[in-house]
T-cell receptor, first 114, second 111 residues
């Protein structure tokens, strides 16, 4: 158990809908990262927050947005969902946003768009 | 573009049969190389961080090494519980703190 929690574990929804994925980092970790894992693309970085502020963006679609709250939990919002958005979404956290700092991953949310 | 390539894609071994997994990278400037283990349907589990060529790290039956162009994950006398997908990832100078992952090696250890 990494100490990172994610809810829900599974999410099934229809195309065009909007969902919110939630992540609580390990106690004491200030940095949160979101990744998407699909069969054909592997693990892809989406976005990073550090202590409430956006730090870096990856291949995140405009339909997706995220935020980190004062209690350091983070939410990833996915809207106008398409079939291709079906994937595992992982949150990871680290103590700081420094180089070489290990990122600890949560158990993931499996999103299925029908 | 920063690239991480892992080989082989899949590897099947007998219990006790040692082997190595390869991770080669082409990056603009390496800040750290990470190894993770991932079981089906679960999140990646952190194993090692390597920072510079020549560095080695060990944990139980696993040993990770790093050169200027690649990293190896050596598995000595593996057991069935070592079966998993092993992921290699890099942090690069131009990439903030994001991890760039390889596609992974799916390792199966038969009893």
């Amino acid at each position: 158990d990494s100490g990172v929690t994610q809810t829900p574990k599974h999410l099934i929804t229809a195309t065009g809908q909007r969902v919110t994925l939630r992540c609580s980092p390990r106690s004491g970790d200030l940095s949160v990262y979101w990744y998407q894992q699909s069969l054909d693309q592997g693990l892809q970085f989406l976005i990073q927050y550090y202590n409430g502020e956006e730090r870096a963006k990856g291949n995140i679609l405009e339909r997706f947005s995220a935020q980190q709250f004062p209690d350091l939990h983070s939410e990833l919002n996915l809207s106008s969902l398409e079939l291709g958005d079906s994937a595992l979404y992982f949150c990871a956290s680290s103590v700081e946003a420094g180089w070489g700092t290990a990122q600890y991953f949560g158990p993931g949310t499996r999103l299925t768009v029908l | 573009e920063d690239q991480v390539t892992q080989s082989p894609e899949a590897l099947r071994l007998q219990e006790g049969e040692s082997s190595s997994l390869n991770c080669s990278y082409t990056v603009s400037g390496l800040r750290g190389l990470f190894w993770y283990r991932q079981d089906p349907g679960k999140g990646p589990e952190f194993l090692f961080t390597l920072y510079s060529a020549g560095e080695e790290k060990e944990k139980e039956r696993l040993k990770a090494t790093l050169t200027k162009k690649e990293s190896f994950l050596h598995i000595t006398a593996p057991k069935p519980e070592d079966s998993a997908t092993y992921l290699c990832a890099v942090q690069v100078v131009q990439g903030a703190q994001k991890l760039v992952f390889g596609q992974g090696t799916r390792l199966t250890i038969n009893p």
